[in-house]
């Protein structure tokens, strides 16, 4: 499949976090691989998100979890080139990609994990997962933040549809 590369901006943040911008224009590696991790993302509750009466947020925390994994691995697959920038522009999907990982999930993650442990750890027996989760004085705080995430990731899928060259296959309803 041959596509022509079309060089784009790219504009990406969470307000008084950290954002991700400048031009980009994908090879048909970073294409092929975009296509990859946007199957990932698009696939997931991070990005279709979680409502108030369903899912739990350890599976949503899970979920995030897997997206290090599964972009390390297609990052690997593709090899160096990806993280180059092949046109005119001064981004390239490896920079955008691992930016993602450490400077928006990361931090939810190592934030959210620990907090969410300890309070598991204190559920009594007899007492269901989601009714622990129910009476949990921050679930409403980590669902706040998994919902923002879920923004955040939803917009950078759109990012890597259209480095994909493909219209998103995805919409959030809100």
């Not at 993302?41 to 979890?65: I, P």
């Not at 046109?87 to 490896?94: A, P, T, Y």
């Not at 955040?152 to 296959?169: H, M, N, R, T, V």
Request: charged share 25%.
């Amino acid at each position: 499949m041959s596509r022509t590369p079309n060089k784009f901006t790219v504009s990406l943040g969470i307000p008084n976090m950290a954002s991700i911008s400048g031009e980009w224009e994908p090879n048909e590696n970073q294409q092929d691989a975009s296509w990859e991790i946007y199957v990932e993302l698009v696939t997931r509750v991070s990005v279709v998100g979680l409502k108030e009466d369903e899912g739990n947020v350890r599976e949503a925390l899970s979920s995030l979890y897997a997206i290090f994994a599964e972009t390390r691995g297609i990052l690997k697959r593709y090899g160096p080139g990806i993280a180059i920038s092949p046109g005119k522009g001064d981004l390239s999907l490896g920079y955008i990609a691992v930016s993602v990982l450490n400077d928006f999930l990361r931090p939810f993650l190592t934030k959210w994990h620990p907090i969410l442990l300890s309070h598991e750890e204190t559920r009594n027996e007899g007492v269901s997962l989601m009714n622990h989760y129910k009476v949990w004085e921050r679930d409403d705080e980590i669902r706040e933040g998994l919902n923002q995430l879920s923004d955040f990731l939803y917009e950078y899928s759109k990012i890597l549809a259209k480095g994909a060259g493909i219209p998103p296959l995805v919409e959030k309803s809100i």
